[in-house]
């Protein structure tokens, strides 16, 4: 059943595709339950929410700045260009106040990390979602 | 004290990669190399003169964090600066302990949250300006031993963040030279951050225990010295009334932040008072208005500050003119103080304007103009460019 679901949605990213080419997908361990709205992720990812509310450690993962996954997640949901955020993080960083997300180097290795450790959560493009990773939100 | 600590974290953080399977250690850095001069061979402003140097205010700082697990981490900040010769120093080395995911206290050499960008001073990179603005963030020391705490939390929609410091300092200050010997004892202080998405507004008040002593007065007469040695033999509570020796000194700071679209907006207002001495009761502010175009932001700042110092108590009234002392011939008591009171007086006025360009994505090229004016004195011009970079 829930094979089905996910072979659904990904039928329908399939379209969606077509109309919006960059579309990603924030995802989560499918046992993850939490319900996140775009604040909420942003947050996360910023480092000033530090658990889903289920009560679970919440660890974002990020992509290389190279990856065009990176640039629209920082743009839709971070609302801050790469320097903006560099900037952001160094102030937290070089003042013992916050530690940006680990950095993996695509997708797969993004799936491979989230679909082992429920407390994970990261972005990949939306084409690439499997049955591995639950998407809570789509941008 | 301060050594051993220092030593005792490195030691933590080197022993970290061998003993503790799990610690995870990090090394960050930054670096700025900037070059600039001023328009005026007798005055120099910000380490500058009318040859172009590169030494004022360029740096480099390596961190090393270590993440011990459990909430335990230790963290040291190594800086050389250009202004002292490239020698490699300790700006920072503490504990941190996370009490819970929203409070953290951090205990070492810490930074003095006197300004909204105290705590990233030396980090160019992580400021649009080439330089916080100088006439509001004039005092020199910008570190102290002790303890901080800090608490995120949130308050419907806006995050709010609350810290509060406790320690000490000791050190030197820029008062009567650029190195009088101070002490702060019982550094306290209370800082609160508000954010809400693009703005944000902070308010900070401390004060310690303030000895300042004037032994490296570099002026030839020793005016200052002589003078409240002078009036302090004859009226010994005046001149405890100006000299700095265990005084409460205060700061305040309010300060705001507007981020909106491509505009920025940022303004802060403080002052520092030492009560029962003769330091000036010091006021300042600065608004700063930027606008981003793509990576390059142009901005400008106007900032003022005043040095003002009727006395804490004004004891005009109550010195006599003249006075005769046998042996000795006649001296000048309400003079005397009044020219001690006065010598502490300064106004400043500073229009900057400048531009950032973000040529890559780790490194900014800055571009900017300052012109100050200290009292009646001619303004001087500093024109610097230079390169911040984190990694």
């Known amino acids: ?139 | 004290m301060k050594n051993t600590l220092a030593a005792a974290i490195v030691l933590a953080l080197s022993a970290t990669s061998s003993l503790a399977q799990a610690a995870d250690t990090r090394i960050n850095g930054f670096a700025s190399v900037v070059a600039g001069l001023t328009n005026d061979e007798d005055t120099s402003m910000f380490g500058y003169n009318d040859n172009i140097s590169f030494k004022p205010e360029s740096l480099f700082a390596l961190q090393i964090a270590s993440d011990l697990g459990d909430g335990l981490s230790a963290t040291a900040q190594i800086m050389s600066r250009g202004s002292n010769d490239y020698a490699a120093e300790f700006e920072w080395a503490y504990l941190s302990y996370e009490i819970s995911d929203s409070t953290q206290i951090n205990a070492g050499k810490l930074r003095i949250p006197f300004y909204r960008y105290s705590d990233f001073l030396d980090v160019g990179y992580a400021y649009t300006w080439a330089r916080p603005p100088q006439a509001v963030y004039s005092l020199v020391f910008s570190t102290f031993d002790g303890l901080s705490i800090v608490n995120n939390h949130t308050l419907g929609n806006w995050d709010s963040s609350i810290q509060v410091i406790y320690g000490s300092y000791d050190g030197s200050v820029d008062l009567v030279s650029d190195e009088d010997p101070a002490t702060l004892n019982n550094i306290m202080g209370i800082n609160w951050t508000l954010t809400y998405d693009w703005f944000t507004a902070r308010a900070i008040y401390a004060q310690a225990e303030t000895s300042i002593s004037f032994e490296n007065n570099e002026d030839p007469d020793r005016l200052l010295n002589n003078g409240i040695a002078l009036v302090g033999n004859i009226y010994p509570q005046v001149a405890s009334d100006l000299n700095v020796d265990d005084d409460i000194g205060s700061f305040i700071g309010l300060g705001f932040a507007v981020d909106y679209n491509n505009l920025l907006i940022e303004a802060e207002f403080t002052t520092v008072d030492v009560e029962n001495s003769i330091v000036a009761k010091q006021e300042q502010y600065y608004v700063s208005v930027g606008y981003r175009i793509y990576d390059f932001t142009i901005y400008a700042i106007t900032e003022h500050g005043e040095d003002t110092n009727e006395g804490d108590y004004d004891y005009s009234s109550v010195l006599p003119v003249s006075l005769d002392i046998t042996g000795y011939g006649t001296v000048y008591p309400q003079g005397t103080y009044q020219a001690l009171i006065a010598s502490q007086e300064e106004t400043i006025d500073t229009a900057t304007i400048g531009a950032r360009y973000n040529f890559h994505p780790s490194a900014a090229l800055k571009l900017d103009i300052t012109s100050t004016k200290i009292n009646d004195a001619d303004a001087i011009n500093v024109l610097s460019v230079g390169v911040d970079l984190v990694f």
């Not at chain 1, 629209?72 to 102030?91: A, C, D, I, R, T």
């Open chain 1, 1 to 139: 059943m829930k094979f089905l679901k996910t072979k659904l949605c990904i039928t329908i990213l399939g379209l969606t595709s077509v109309f919006a080419q960059a579309e990603i997908a924030v995802v989560v361990h499918p046992s993850n339950a939490s319900a996140l709205d775009s604040s909420a992720i942003s947050r996360i990812f910023l480092g000033k929410l530090k658990s889903f509310d289920g009560g679970g450690q919440a660890v974002p993962i990020n992509q290389e700045s190279s990856m065009a996954a990176t640039d629209e997640f920082n743009s839709k949901v971070l609302n801050k260009s790469g320097s903006q955020l560099k900037s952001y993080w160094s102030k937290l960083v070089f003042t013992g106040k916050g530690t940006p997300p680990k950095v993996v180097a695509n997708d797969a290795e993004v799936i491979s990390l989230i679909s082992a450790n429920p407390n994970l959560i990261g972005y990949i493009d939306a084409t690439a979602v499997t049955g591995t990773v639950k998407v809570i939100a789509k941008f």
